[in-house]
């Protein structure tokens, strides 16, 4: 009932806020989300030396 209520009340401001509801939809098909994961990562490993170093998962080749 909470995320109702908030989504109905920022809508209601005089310059409506949009509120971010992916429920039922997969993260990764989702551009701000893969945007936003994206910037994250480049933040945690900017050279990209973990990523190197992890074993790609044989399900993600």
Not at 41 to 50: G, H, R, S, W
């Given at each position: 009932?909470?995320?109702?209520?908030?989504?109905?009340?920022?809508?209601n401001?005089?310059?409506?806020?949009?509120?971010?509801?992916?429920?039922?939809?997969?993260?990764?098909?989702?551009?701000?989300?893969?945007?936003?994961?994206?910037?994250?990562?480049?933040?945690?490993?900017?050279?990209?030396?973990?990523?190197?170093?992890?074993?790609?998962?044989?399900?993600?080749?």
């Amino acid at each position: 009932m909470f995320p109702y209520y908030l989504r109905k009340n920022l809508m209601n401001f005089k310059k409506p806020i949009n509120v971010f509801d992916p429920r039922r939809k997969d993260l990764q098909t989702l551009t701000p989300v893969v945007i936003f994961c994206g910037l994250i990562l480049e933040c945690i490993d900017p050279e990209t030396k973990i990523q190197n170093s992890i074993k790609k998962n044989s399900c993600n080749s």
